[in-house]
């Protein structure tokens, strides 16, 4: 094997074989034999002028170009002369008559006589007519003259050039560019030219900008399996404004196996792979890369898959989806992604929130039902067992919350003892109010429930109700210094898996406190690793492919990053 | 260009046919070899632009005084030397904006370079190594010119390198064949022009070598 590794080797070595690029230099080791002037007329009128063209021959091996490298002279400068150092080899007629005209170069020259005749302008001719051009575009125009002896002459150099309207339309009058237009604002400008009195015009027609290119952005990201990725197409348009243009372009997926997007450019990753996703307006495309990472799916969990709930209480119910890729398992929450059912509707409902947050809610008693969970061909369910006993006791945990600091928060858990002997979290279903909201608030919306937020130094009462019965818990909120924040949570991760950080708070009096809920997280590369859901979820990331990336905590006026790993 | 890698190919495919035998030397050692040696395209830069020079495959040889560790030296099976080279690079073609037109003129190359080569020797009848160099050559441009006019001449001195790969046979007990392959750079050597000025020029080089190594 050995020999055989060896030999590809040297065969490799022989694979550059130089610099195949495109000179950008002239041969001027070659000497120039001869020169030559080339001329659209040897005729003009009078104030009229045109271009020479000297043409030099390099030994017979090649010839280019060389006006702007000879020295041009008239042996009747009063006659013809070049009046115009900016442009080499324009000749301007001055009076009747004739003149030589000399391109000298290496000591080598050529000749042409040049006749200045005495006819006088009939007519001009513009064009291009009538022109309609979007705000930001150009255009050159040209301007034929017809004279006295029926010769016809390129002006475009000689006449003045105007605009009626210079704020819609610029006409430049400068030696390098006369008659070069450029749109400046929605609406019609004539644009005329005027050799000795006599004038031409046409309408230039400015139009609303006109769509240039489409960029679109994230440029080539990377999201997991059963995630979405929102894209936004930026449009540049001629007058070198560039709009959001994401609700106006037609989305497509080249791989609608892989990822499929919808018109709002919401991409949703079906299945591992890449994919190029593209938006196209008025026949302008951009396209970007999507690969999709973390595995396909091969079987989904819920959790709790058994419940008993009480008549018209809710609880929440999770979906896990296990991942495959290559040999390698991971799993994640799916609830925001898949479709929820019930066998009977009259039993129990599924409602979904925002991310990753569901609610099962009993609707009848002494029934049992299944729930299911299902995307594509994998699905899973649940058993319910609805009841309705009669409530015993309420018992809230813990039964005080005496470290709170103001800026802080931390949860209350409610259960529910019935006369049958179960018991019920019922956090989520009683309705909690606080004694002093400037002190302290609680949630009482959905997850919200029970969470406790100190607001300034003081105390509180928190009280939860349901079934009838209310029981209270006293909060009390101190003045703590911050003075450190840490993130754990570990600093490897398997691409696919999702993990939980924590950010933990240590103050002035020596207290410590779990943070998380209250820490903004960030993460500085989405490509590596994502937030797995901000609101319902907060401090867990998802690992998207492999690299490296930071996830950063910031709670008070601290702010902390741990660098993460993703396999 | 395809002559040398047919002759490169040949030589890496002969030691796939090589058996097996036994015997090594320590000590020093004198060599000598001779091969094809083949100058990429060059790119050629001077303040009006990039040009390129492309060579013909011509000859080279070089010879060698070294010491050889055997097997147990505490700094591995190797070589050490020092070697001395010459190249032959014939110009074939200039190419500016205008066009590409035949060249004349030659680059000649001479280099002295020290060499570590590192050998994977067993009781095998040959061993692969595999090494490099460095130290300084003396480039010079001898009648470069494009369609019969001048174009630069004149010599420099700049560092260069080597990167090697090849084969020992062992014949004898005290003679060895080396078939390898080099590829040999230098630092942009200055080339002056024939109408004024200089022009710089990447130098890279394929070399295969067939060659004699005598111990004693």
Redesign the interface.
């Known amino acids: 094997m050995i020999k055989l590794i060896w030999s590809i080797g040297i065969l490799l070595l022989l694979s550059g074989c130089g610099w195949d690029g495109a000179p950008t230099r002239i041969n001027d080791f070659v000497p120039l034999t001869s020169i030559k002037i080339e001329a659209v007329s040897g005729a003009i009128a009078a104030h009229t002028s045109t271009k020479l063209t000297a043409i030099g021959d390099y030994s017979g091996l090649f010839s280019r170009d060389i006006s702007d490298r000879v020295v041009w002279a008239s042996n009747s400068p009063a006659t013809a002369d070049f009046v115009t150092p900016l442009l080499p080899g324009r000749v301007t007629g001055l009076v009747p008559g004739s003149a030589v005209l000399t391109a000298t170069a290496e000591g080598l020259s050529a000749s042409f006589e040049l006749s200045v005749s005495s006819s006088t302008i009939t007519s001009l001719t513009i064009t291009p007519v009538d022109q309609s051009l979007a705000v930001g575009l150009t255009s050159q125009f040209a301007v034929a003259g017809v004279f006295s002896d029926a010769t016809v002459q390129d002006l475009t150099f000689d006449v003045t050039w105007d605009s009626s309207a210079t704020s819609v339309a610029s006409v430049s009058n400068a030696a390098a560019s006369k008659g070069f237009a450029q749109t400046l604002a929605i609406g019609t400008s004539t644009i005329s030219a005027t050799f000795d009195d006599v004038t031409a015009a046409t309408s230039l027609t400015v139009t609303e900008p006109k769509l240039q290119t489409i960029t679109l952005s994230p440029q080539a990201p990377s999201i997991l399996t059963l995630t979405t990725g929102s894209f936004t197409a930026a449009g540049r348009y001629s007058d070198g404004v560039t709009r959001d243009i994401t609700s106006q372009v037609t989305w497509k997926s080249s791989k609608t196996d892989i990822a499929t997007i919808s018109a709002d450019g919401t991409a949703t990753a079906l299945t591992q792979g890449s994919a190029t996703i593209s938006a196209t307006l008025d026949g302008i495309s951009g396209t970007t890369n999507l690969t999709v990472t973390g595995g396909n799916l091969t079987a989904i969990t819920l959790s709790p898959y058994s419940f008993t709930l009480v008549k018209d209480s809710v609880s929440r119910i999770t979906a896990t989806g296990s991942f495959l890729n290559g040999s390698i398992l991971s799993s994640r929450d799916i609830t925001e992604m898949v479709t929820w059912s019930t066998a009977n509707s009259a039993v129990a409902a599924v409602t979904p929130s925002d991310g990753n947050l569901a609610w099962l809610k009993a609707l009848a008693a002494t029934t049992s039902t299944t729930i299911t969970a299902t995307y594509g061909s994998k699905s899973a369910t649940a058993a319910l067992s609805a009841t309705a006993p009669q409530l015993a006791t309420l018992t809230l945990y813990p039964t005080a919350l005496e470290q709170l600091t103001a800026g802080t928060s931390s949860r209350f858990r409610l259960t529910a003892t019935f006369i049958n002997g179960i018991t019920q979290d019922v956090t989520a279903n009683a309705d909690w109010s606080s004694s002093a909201v400037s002190t302290a608030t609680v949630g009482n919306v959905e997850r919200g429930k029970g969470r406790v937020s100190g607001l300034a130094v003081g105390s509180a009462t928190i009280s939860a109700e349901y079934g009838g019965k209310t029981v209270t818990a006293a909060v009390t909120v101190k003045q703590r210094t911050l003075q450190n924040l840490v993130i754990s949570g570990g600093t490897s991760i398997v691409a696919g898996n999702q993990v939980a950080f924590t950010a933990t708070a240590t103050y002035s009096d020596g207290t410590s406190m779990d943070v998380t809920e209250e820490t903004v997280w960030s993460i500085d590369d989405s490509n590596v690793i994502m937030l797995a859901d901000s609101q319902n979820q907060p401090g867990q990331v998802v690992a998207v492919d492999g690299g490296s990336a930071e996830v950063t905590a910031s709670f008070g006026n601290k702010t902390e990053t741990t660098k993460i790993t993703v396999h | ?1 395809k002559q040398t ?1 047919e002759i ?2 040949m030589l ?2 002969m ?2 046919l ?1 058996g097996t035998a036994a015997a090594e030397h320590t000590g020093p050692y004198i060599g000598a070899s001779i091969g094809a040696n083949a100058l ?4 050629c830069t ?1 303040d ?5 020079l ?1 060579f013909d495959p011509d000859m080279q040889w070089s010879a060698q005084l070294g010491w050889d560790y055997g097997q147990g030296n505490p700094i591995g099976v190797g070589r050490i030397e020092l070697e001395y080279s010459f190249r032959n690079s014939p110009l074939d073609k200039v ?5 590409g ?1 035949a060249g004349a003129g030659k680059i000649t190359t001479e280099s002295l370079l020290i060499n570590c080569i590192g050998i ?1 020797r067993d009781a095998g009848i040959w061993a ?1 190594y595999l090494g490099g160099g460095a130290g300084a050559a003396r480039i010079k441009a001898s009648g470069l010119s ?2 019969g ?3 630069g001449s004149g010599s420099t001195v700049v560092f260069a390198y080597q ?1 090697e ?3 020992d046979v062992r014949l004898t007990d005290w003679l060895s064949l080396d078939v390898g ?1 080099r ?1 040999f750079g230098a630092l942009r050597p200055h080339i002056d ?3 004024g000025g200089s022009f710089e020029m ?1 130098y ?1 080089s ?1 070399s295969a070598v067939v060659g004699l190594r005598a111990g004693f």
Not at chain 2, 95 to 99: D, K, P
């Open positions: 260009m890698r490169i190919i890496s495919l030691f796939l090589c990429v395209k060059a790119k001077d009006q632009g990039d040009f390129r492309a190419s500016f904006v205008e066009g037109y994977a692969p494009s369609a006019n001048p174009l990167g790969a090849g084969v392959y590829l022009e024939a109408n990447e890279l394929h």
